[in-house]
């Protein structure tokens, strides 16, 4: 048995693989919506921020809804 | 004077400013979304982008209705009994603040625990438990944040849309085989005849046939069943000539595999299928968050409030009989016709006519479907039911059940009749010619002319150009729906437009006065009178008149329906009707406000639409090459007014019922006619969906357009002739890139013919013609639309 049999099961396994996630990625609707990930990536700060700020701020607060 | 925006909705706040915190709000609405952002620490939402929000409208029990169960149901996708997941159309979504916000619903109520928006849709998909909480008390936060959801008939009715993603899959397929397949015939590129190869060849070979499987019998599929159903009707459409390519290739390197007779073009096979996909792909292009099919349901709501012995109940708008009596709030919709029982009524048609003056009905008056109430609550009693009513009834004329797109042949298609014909003939032509000369050669020849010939070049020029061009229009704010339409705009030779709405402004009017001149003081006393008064004509009067010294009014009184009466020092004005303020009754067919002072009658004002801006322009422009008509559904009092702006040559009709105007455009289209329609209400509906081209214009692209083919934001109104030119040289583009992709066939060709066509000089020139089509069709239309920017 050749190395090259080894080689190219292997090469096509990974290809499969990669393709087997795309395949579930688009299942999952990864790619319906592709503007707003990119926007709420950039969020993530702000909101870290916010919740230091909200424990100062506003301990006994109560909603309105 | 300095213009204060409001730091909530960044409208002007020129009537009154509230000031809280160092900050000018422009309405109390405004101030209260700010007040519950800061109380629950939101107030990030003003750094993201500032002025981002939407004044709250008042909705007191516009959604009552939310609570019925089966309703309920209809909305939400999951629902255990203790968490419910509901999505939610949101037209003011615009901007990352407003993506912030909706994600952090949460924080405002803790029964909602997420929420996801989807920016291209518009919509936000909200999780929340039922225990202490509802759909109604979720749309009724998000009504009080300035985000009302829209929830209309429409929503009602489809239920659940499935997502299409089989163009995802099927590009995703060809990709992953055309790469491994490009992988697996390197070697035998480089390599012919070698002890390595001749050992191991097979086992590429094979591999390769394996990979190509998926790529004919799944992801090439449509082009099979296209070609076919052309075939069928007698068409050769360019379906055809991919089809047999495709179809010839995996035939004829099958063969070549199994009896060893070479590697066979799986290469260009799945390389092609691939190529063509991404075309596509990329035309498919669509505005997610814009409709283009809608109609009455979308616009209508999904329950109104039933009166039942004194009892208000809310029904499903499909459930109205003949008889009920039906309570109107204020800002709602009357969804059926009816008389009006009780109350006053003032009615604004603009979504059906296009008209922004809103009507006064006095009790027993009839009610028209579509009309939407804008003073207080009304009782009716419905004389028709939702499907029978005189504005709902124009949908079941056939002209929606046809698609336009049958019966126009596209000029690819027209250019692949001929294409396939000479293709054919000249494979014909070569293998007889080989069978005289070396018969073992023509099955070779005759299939490779037939692959190298496969127009993957020409089938790609139009999606592209017309793709790129659909994406620089979209920037542009005249929002398309496919590709077909800008090839039937760029053919259309008559171009009709409504009038009211459509080239007048539904924003400002303008207003002559005629009769006694008004002295200084009495001119102070009226804008300061107007000021009070909350009448639309009230409004734009005061907004046209000059600025005066703000004085006090020592009395003040509005007569609904008759107009208002104050008084300042030993002066009296009434300001109103002719009959209110004591005139005679003029007959005139445009609207007039009258004016007297101590009992003296002065003069009146009489309203003029006013024109969009570049109108008289645009027309001029125009004119040379198109046949321009108004059709309106109003009175003739604008005729003189439009004779002095337009052409001479523009022909004025006026009176038209939503059927005239479609009745109009089908019997110009006989007379051969292609015909650009520009209309904005539901009234035009019909006459869009007539023309060859229907294009909606729209003062606010995200609220309401009726069924059309593209929507064009109203203050791109006057570039309408760019659009129209720029769509004639996307054609020429598409002439030069067939010109192109004809260069590259006669190269491959002289191969196929002479037999010595390689797998590999196919692999090359196969990719190469594509994307220098793309390139250049990408360039070019880029060209245009910097031209079009200018």
Redesign the interface.
């Known amino acids: 048995m ?1 190395v ?2 080894m080689l ?1 099961s292997i ?2 396994i990974v ?1 499969i693989v ?2 087997v996630a ?2 579930y990625a ?2 999952k ?1 990864q ?6 990930p990119s ?2 990536m ?2 993530e700060d ?2 870290i ?2 919740k230091s ?2 424990k100062k ?2 301990t006994n ?1 109560k ?3 | 004077m300095e213009q204060t925006t409001c730091f909530h909705c960044g409208d002007n706040c020129s009537n009154s400013i509230i000031t809280l915190n160092e900050k000018s709000f422009c309405c109390n609405g405004c101030k209260t979304v700010y007040e ?1 952002f800061s ?4 107030t ?1 939402y003003y ?2 982008q500032s002025s981002p929000g939407a004044i709250p409208k008042e909705i007191q029990g516009k959604y009552d209705f939310l609570s019925q169960e089966n309703i309920i149901d209809k909305f939400t996708e999951f629902n255990d009994g203790q968490i419910q997941i509901a999505t939610l159309y949101i037209p003011h979504i615009h901007c ?1 603040s407003c ?2 916000i909706l ?2 619903l949460n924080k ?3 029964n909602i625990s997420a929420s ?6 518009k919509t936000v998909r909200v999780n929340y438990g039922i225990k202490d909480y509802s759909l109604k ?1 979720v749309v009724l ?1 998000l009504s ?1 944040i300035g985000y009302e959801p829209y929830i209309s008939l429409d929503d009602f009715k489809t239920g659940k849309a499935e ?1 299409n ?1 089989s163009i ?2 099927k590009l ?1 397929v060809a990709g ?1 085989a055309f ?2 397949v490009m ?1 697996l015939s390197f070697p035998e590129y480089f390599q012919v005849d070698g002890f390595w190869i001749e050992q ?1 060849k097979n ?1 590429f070979r094979w ?1 390769m046939f394996a990979f190509s499987l998926p790529v004919v019998f799944y992801a090439g599929q449509d082009y099979f069943i296209s070609a076919y159903k052309g075939l069928r009707s007698k068409l050769l459409n360019i379906d055809v000539p991919i089809a047999l390519g495709i179809a010839v290739l995996f035939i004829r390197s099958t063969i070549e595999i199994l009896f060893d007779f070479g590697t066979g073009f799986f290469d260009s096979l799945t390389g092609l299928v691939f190529f063509l996909l991404l075309g596509k792909f990329f035309q498919q292009k669509t505005y997610s968050f814009l409709s283009f099919e809608r109609d009455y349901k979308s616009y209508f709501p999904i329950a109104v409030t039933k009166i039942i012995n004194g009892e208000e109940l809310p029904t499903q708008v499909y459930d109205i009989k003949k008889g009920d009596r039906l309570l109107i709030r204020n800002e709602e919709l009357i969804p059926v016709d009816g008389v009006l029982i009780n109350g006053k009524a003032r009615i604004d048609y603009s979504f059906v006519t296009g008209e922004s003056e809103a009507v006064s009905k006095k009790s027993g008056d009839k009610l028209f479907a579509g009309g939407k109430q804008t003073s207080g609550i009304i009782e009716m009693e419905a004389i028709k039911s939702v499907e029978q009513s005189y504005l709902t009834q124009l949908w079941s004329n056939d002209v929606f059940n046809k698609n336009k797109e049958e019966g126009f042949t596209t000029l690819t298609n027209t250019i692949s009749k001929r294409f396939t014909i000479a293709v054919l003939s000249i494979a014909f032509i070569a293998t007889t010619f080989w069978l005289f000369k070396d018969a073992s050669k023509a099955m070779n020849v005759f299939t490779a002319v037939l692959i190298i010939a496969c127009p993957c070049a020409i089938a790609l020029s139009a999606p592209f150009t017309f793709g790129n061009l659909l994406r620089i229009f979209g920037k542009l704010k005249f929002y398309v729906k496919n590709a077909s339409v800008l090839e039937q705009l760029a053919a259309v030779n008559t171009i009709i437009f409504d009038k009211t709405g459509t080239i007048t402004s539904n924003q400002k009017s303008s207003a002559n006065y005629e009769g006694v001149r008004l002295t200084a003081s009495e001119e102070t006393l009226l804008k300061n009178t107007l000021r009070g008064s909350n009448h639309p004509l009230s409004r734009t009067l005061y907004d046209i008149l000059d600025e005066h010294n703000i004085i006090t009014l020592n009395h003040f009184e509005e007569h609904i329906g008759k107009g208002v009466e104050a008084s300042h020092n030993n002066d009296r004005i009434k300001i109103g009707s002719a009959s209110f303020v004591g005139a005679t009754e003029t007959s005139a067919l445009n609207t007039t406000v009258h004016v007297s002072t101590n009992n003296v009658y002065k003069g009146k004002f009489t309203f003029y639409n006013s024109y969009r801006k570049g109108l008289s322009k645009l027309f001029n422009k125009l004119k040379k090459q198109y046949d321009l008509v108004i059709l309106s559904g109003d009175n003739k009092g604008e005729l003189e007014n439009l004779k002095k702006l337009l052409p001479t040559k523009t022909k004025l009709i006026f009176n038209q019922k939503p059927d005239d105007k479609l009745e109009y455009i089908k019997y110009h289209q006989t007379e051969g006619a292609k015909v650009l329609m520009i209309g904005d209400g539901l009234n035009d509906a019909g006459a869009l969906a007539q023309s060859n081209v229907g294009i909606a214009l729209s003062e606010n692209v995200n609220v309401f357009s009726p069924a059309c083919d593209a929507i064009l934001d109203a203050s791109k109104f006057n570039q309408l002739d760019k659009f129209i030119s720029a769509s004639k040289s996307a054609i020429k583009i598409i002439k030069w890139s067939f010109v192109l992709s004809f260069m590259y066939n006669i190269i491959g060709l002289y191969f196929a013919v002479t037999g010595q066509l390689l797998p590999v000089v196919a692999a090359v020139l196969m990719p190469l013609s594509s994307i220098s089509i793309v390139v250049f069709t990408t360039i070019a239309t880029n060209f245009l639309g910097r031209k079009l920017n200018k």
């Open positions: 050749s090259i049999y190219l090469s096509v290809a990669f393709f795309f395949i688009v299942k609707g790619f319906d919506d592709s503007y707003t926007v709420r950039l969020f702000e909101i921020k916010e700020n909200k701020l506003s607060q909603n309105k809804f | 519950i109380e629950n620490d939101l990030c750094d993201l990352s993506i912030w994600e952090n405002l109520n803790p996801q928006v989807n920016f291209g849709k008390d936060l009080s997502i993603r995802i899959y995703g992953f790469g491994n992988f191991y086992v591999l």
